[in-house]
């Protein structure tokens, strides 16, 4: 259903009291999330201003036309890697650019109903790209963290590294110490309380320390100079079609990753509050507050997990409270935020390695490498893809594997065998199907189609060719299990009993379902074997064969 949660809310019925639970929600995840969307912005390759927009637009678009009650949207750390490749190598108007593709695949993808189809990406696979991206994350705030006096960090994850290693000898212990006390600060406060967030506290502390102590760190103001306290207006990108070509891979990476986030975000809020989201609708709002986010210069965006927590953990229950996070924010950034240029650079990189861990879902990683090898090896090709190359490599790659894996696993469930009496399973003794119950003559042969016959099992069929060394009179083929078959699946079908009928043998289907039997019917099967000749049940075959001998 594409309707927005915001519209069901106020249908409902929307109390002055809720109202005050979601203000107060709201206000709490707006500071909650001021830290996280200058790092976000500064980490990703752009300016902290871009970070704070990101969150006022896309976080108050989500909300509004969101499928989720509770979802809270704007930039993630997992879009930190992706972000931070295009801006070096296309610019920010590429960015731009690849923001708004990625933010109409998202809409199209909303509109075609693809919502659930997300959720049947594999999760080795997830775990896989989004454990690169976290050790990514940590490796890009080293220098910040340790204060190192450096040039240009390299993009690459061993020449990064290698770089670090050379300049560690500058390292700068107040920076640090800054960024060592905000780490724990973020990573500890939750256990002491979930109202007051140990990010804000951190940078509180570590930029009144810095100011009157004169500390000798690097702050946003040292590094980017002033942060505008003005909204900016929106623009469009200035790239040309060749650029727009090479965008499309990355922005790809960019709406699958974000559909992901947020579904697996709305999923988790579900959880936590006993509803159900609507995938379609988020997946619209997604959309359109990605196209919305990058008109005004933003980065993309998407639900995110942390916050949308911390807003449920706070007594938010509608999309009120996504809304009143965003205009905090944009109140912050207007009337406040000129004092965000005095934050230590050392602050945010300390917040980043808390984000960094987690995100590293390295429960889920360790648990995974006992599992099934092609889990496993979906998981490691993943992970060093993420870190070694580039995250559009690693989930292209990474889905075509898991694709591949899947069909070689059904290729081997799937089979076609003969069956006789002396081989009829004992477990099927209450099965009024099994071959043991029919007199078979010696003239006949039965086989038996296991799993779906689709193009990669199809092959299974050359092998029995092989196998049929006499010509039986009739040939039954029970197809009782075949769930589905494809077009490469029919065309074998169809050779198989070309191949037979050669022979001079006829041929019966059972036990076809009425979907595989439409199939048949459409590829041109049923009259070539005959209506007759396919028959609903077994025992309706065994009458049938009768009747042809």
Not at 227 to 252: E, T, Y
Not at 267 to 288: K, P, W
Not at 326 to 338: D, E, Y
Request: proline share 5%; charged share 15%.
């Amino acid at each position: 259903m594409l309707k927005p949660k915001l519209l069901t809310v106020i249908q409902e019925g929307y109390t002055r009291q809720q109202f005050t639970a979601d203000l107060l929600a709201g206000v709490i995840v707006g500071v909650v999330a001021l830290p996280l969307a200058i790092a976000f912005g500064i980490a990703s390759g752009v300016t902290p201003q871009q970070g704070l927009v990101t969150a006022v637009v896309a976080g108050f678009l989500i909300s509004a036309f969101g499928g989720s009650r509770v979802q809270i949207g704007g930039p993630t750390g997992a879009f930190i890697v992706i972000v931070y490749g295009i801006v070096q190598e296309y610019g920010v108007d590429g960015l731009i650019a690849a923001t708004m593709m990625a933010g109409v695949i998202l809409m199209l993808m909303g509109f075609a109903k693809l919502g659930s189809v997300i959720k049947y990406m594999p999760w080795s696979l997830i775990v896989g790209f989004t454990s690169g991206i976290a050790l990514v994350i940590f490796s890009s705030q080293i220098k910040d963290f340790f204060g190192l006096n450096m040039g240009t960090v390299p993009p690459g994850f061993i020449e990064k590294w290698a770089a670090y290693g050379q300049s560690f000898s500058s390292i700068n212990w107040w920076a640090t110490v800054i960024a060592a006390g905000t780490a724990a600060l973020t990573f500890f406060m939750p256990k002491l309380s979930n109202r007051v967030p140990g990010s804000l506290v951190a940078i509180l502390l570590a930029t009144a320390a810095v100011q009157i102590f004169q500390l000798p760190v690097e702050t946003i103001a040292s590094k980017f100079g002033e942060i505008p306290s003005a909204f900016p207006s929106p623009h469009l990108p200035n790239i040309d079609f060749q650029i727009f070509k090479k965008l499309l891979s990355p922005a790809l990476t960019i709406a699958l990753l974000g559909a992901i986030e947020s579904l697996l975000s709305a999923v988790v809020a579900d959880g936590m509050t006993g509803t159900n989201h609507r995938s379609n609708m988020e997946l619209v709002a997604q959309g359109s507050a990605n196209i919305a986010s990058a008109l005004f210069g933003g980065i993309p965006a998407t639900g995110a997990i942390a916050r949308t927590v911390t807003n449920v953990k706070n007594g938010g229950r509608t999309p009120v409270a996504g809304i009143v996070h965003a205009i905090t924010l944009l109140l912050i950034m207007l009337f406040v935020g000129k004092w965000a240029k005095l934050i230590p650079m050392s602050c945010l990189a300390g917040i980043l390695l808390v984000v960094a861990y987690n995100m590293s879902e390295w429960k889920s990683f360790v648990s995974m490498l006992k599992g099934p090898k092609n889990d496993v090896l979906i998981l490691l090709v993943t992970f060093f893809l993420t870190v070694i190359f580039d995250l559009t490599v690693a989930i292209e790659v990474g889905m075509v594997l898991a694709a591949f894996l899947f069909m070689r696993r059904m290729a081997q469930l799937s089979n076609i065998e003969s069956i006789r009496i002396e081989m009829d399973d004992m477990d099927e003794s209450d099965d009024p199907e099994a071959i043991s119950k029919f007199e078979i003559p010696k003239d006949v042969e039965v086989y038996e189609i296991n799993g779906p016959l689709f193009f990669g099992a199809s092959h299974n069929f050359k092998e029995v060719m092989r196998q049929i060394n006499v010509n039986p009179k009739v040939l039954i083929l029970r197809m009782r299990k075949v769930p589905m078959i494809d077009a490469t699946g029919l065309y074998h079908l169809r050779e198989f009993v070309k191949f037979l009928q050669l022979r001079k043998t006829k041929v019966i289907l059972s036990g076809v379902n009425p979907e595989v039997q439409r199939e048949l019917a459409d590829g041109g099967l049923t009259s070539l074997i005959g209506e007759a000749n396919i028959q609903p049940s077994f025992q309706k075959a065994i009458q049938r064969m009768r009747e042809l001998r």
